[in-house]
């Protein structure tokens, strides 16, 4: 059974940091392209972050250099690290896993970033 599980979300001040993770399970992890979404209130589910089984990474220019994603292929996990959080990074992540025609998404963790 396929799974993807993230946790790691709250409510952090601006300025502050969280770390999400994305743990996966009934799928070669190591063989596919992760990624993290999110969706901010009343807005589309837009691309934050991507990163290949080689660990070419790459990023939405809102985030660039203030978030880091990272997978350890051994524990089947994918990393969000999210640094100087701004209240427009609230939004709920979702981490999407994909290989070819076949992905699969996670069930999404919320991260408020409010004074």
């Known amino acids: 059974q396929v799974q993807l599980v993230e946790s790691g979300g709250g409510l952090v001040q601006p300025g502050e940091s969280l770390r999400l993770s994305c743990a996966a399970s009934?799928?070669?992890?190591?063989?596919?392209?992760l990624y993290w979404y999110r969706q901010g209130p009343g807005k589309e589910r837009e691309w934050v972050a991507t990163?290949?089984?080689?660990?070419?990474?790459n990023y939405a220019d809102s985030v660039k250099g203030r978030f880091t994603i990272s997978r350890d292929n051994a524990k089947n996990t994918v990393y969000l690290q999210m640094n100087n959080l701004k209240p427009e990074d609230t939004a709920t992540y979702y981490c999407?896993?994909?290989?070819?025609?076949?992905?699969?998404w996670g069930q999404g963790t919320q991260v408020t970033v409010s004074s």
């Open positions: 999407k896993a994909k290989l070819a025609r076949v992905e699969y």
């Open positions: 009934g799928f070669t992890f190591s063989s596919y392209i």
């Open positions: 990163i290949t089984p080689g660990g070419f990474t």
